[in-house]
């Protein structure tokens, strides 16, 4: 199992038609966003304008959850139409080619994969024990001043906010998270879930 480690200031960072956006991790690392040819890719990005289309990813299926602000998504296929309001925290799961039109202003989370893969975001809470699969990838990403990942082999990270932990080819164990400041909130960092589904 790879247990990596990125500091806030080594994101690739980049402008996008409505803001900007963050490349917090792309699989395989030597994988271009701007080519496709990736696994999967994990970033943040600003929705500046009021209102903007997402850039087309036919190839690819997303997991969104906005950080702050609200947006209201429209998506629309051959087969479907579909809307969905977010506020901080929800989230939304669409696939890449559908045309996505938002409304609002925000801060997302994003995760997005090819089809042979599934993805998931999910919410950590302090102190709260998690399982993590054997075989699966994981990425933290911390929203809090200092956090500390207690692994149950003993081991341990530390994160400042907007730091990252990419657990690659995990073994089956136990992590438990802990806030080592102060925060008002009750989550303190995203989980992003990366599985292959032929494995």
């Known amino acids: 199992m790879n247990r990596i480690i990125r500091r806030k200031s080594e994101y690739k960072k980049s402008i996008w038609p ?107 809470k302090p102190e709260e024990k998690y399982e993590i699969e054997k075989g699966a990838d994981y990425f933290y990403y911390s929203l809090v001043e200092e956090m500390q990942i207690r692994f149950s082999d003993g081991q341990t990270a530390v994160l400042g906010k907007g730091d990252s932990l990419f657990l690659q080819a995990v073994d089956q164990m136990t992590i438990q998270p802990v806030a080592n400041t102060y925060s008002s909130s009750d989550i303190i960092a995203i989980e992003a879930k990366i599985s292959n589904i032929k494995r």
């Open 18 to 124: 409505g803001g900007t956006t963050t490349e917090l991790l792309i699989w395989p690392e030597k994988a271009l966003y701007e080519e496709r040819n990736f696994i999967y890719r994990i970033s943040t990005a600003t929705v500046n304008l009021p209102t903007s289309t997402f850039t087309s990813l036919s190839s690819y299926w997303r997991e969104l959850m906005i950080l702050d602000g609200e947006i209201e998504l429209f998506h629309e296929s051959a087969s479907r139409k579909r809307e969905v309001k977010l506020s901080a925290f929800e989230q939304d799961s669409f696939s890449g080619a559908e045309t996505t039109t938002s409304y609002g202003q925000c801060t997302d989370f994003n995760l997005i994969y090819t089809p042979t893969y599934t993805g998931s975001l999910s919410l950590i």
